[in-house]
């Protein structure tokens, strides 16, 4: 049974440019969130997807947006990226319908704006 | 609304015990535990609902309580692998709402 899956693992990216990372579910789960971890703090929720639309948003800039596919997966995009939106971004995926609310996180993509 | 955690750092010895403490000032319908090392993910060890029980594997357990809205992560027999930072998130809703996370307590457990 697959677990979470990320890409890429890193990236560095410089001051204004546009950066898309992906996340790919575990199997049998429905629902994508992502967050931003900046380094020593805990994960802070950015939007979650399900059904292909944006069910929730955190207290991120339009500069962050996402998008979700038919198969689960899903995307996130940052746009004029800042030096400030160095961090970790983690995706979870959970089941909506489940009985409980369990997050399961991927791997990261480590993204550094120089 | 982020959960406070305490302590911030702890050091053990091989084989003592710990408890992580995570306090909310609002009314929570859930509480999660993860542990994440170094450059790694978050592992999901468990999750307490509201009008739940006491839950626990191995030598971790943790408990819920309503009235103070405080969750408690208790490490007993403490190895080497339990080493890391650990995170509660906290839901006020069911239906996959998301997480607020505590900035975490680093745990270092030495031989």
């Known amino acids: 049974d697959a677990g979470v899956t990320q890409s890429p693992t890193h990236l560095i990216k410089t001051r204004g440019q546009q950066v898309t990372l992906r996340c790919s579910p575990k199997?049998?789960?429905?629902?994508v969130s992502w967050y931003q971890q900046a380094l020593g703090q805990g994960p802070q929720f950015i939007f979650q997807?399900?059904?292909?639309?944006?069910?929730q948003r955190g207290n991120f800039p339009d500069r962050f947006s996402g998008h979700q596919f038919p198969n689960y997966s899903s995307e996130l995009n940052v746009n004029a990226l800042l030096l400030g939106d160095s961090a970790l971004y983690l995706c979870?995926?959970?089941?909506?319908?489940?009985?409980?609310?369990?997050?399961?996180f991927g791997p990261g993509t480590r993204l550094t704006v120089l | 609304q982020q959960p406070v955690q305490s302590p911030q750092a702890v050091i053990l010895r091989e084989g003592e015990d710990a408890v992580i403490n995570c306090s909310s000032s609002?009314?929570?319908?859930?509480v999660h535990w993860y542990r994440q090392k170094h450059g790694e993910a978050p592992v999901f060890l468990m999750i307490?609902?509201?009008?739940?029980e006491q839950k626990g594997h191995d030598k971790i357990s943790a408990s819920f309580n309503e009235k103070k809205q405080q969750s408690s992560l208790y490490l007993t027999a403490s190895q080497l692998s339990y080493s890391g930072t650990y995170f509660c998130?906290?839901?006020?809703?069911?239906?996959?709402?998301?997480?607020?996370f505590g900035k975490g307590t680093r745990l270092s457990v030495i031989a």
């Open positions: 199997s049998g789960h429905d629902t």
């Open positions: 307490l609902l509201k009008g739940g």
């Open positions: 997807y399900y059904e292909e639309e944006e069910r």
């Open positions: 998130g906290t839901a006020r809703n069911s239906g996959n709402t998301p997480l607020v």
């Open positions: 609002k009314a929570l319908y859930s």
């Open positions: 979870a995926s959970s089941r909506l319908a489940a009985s409980t609310d369990t997050q399961y």
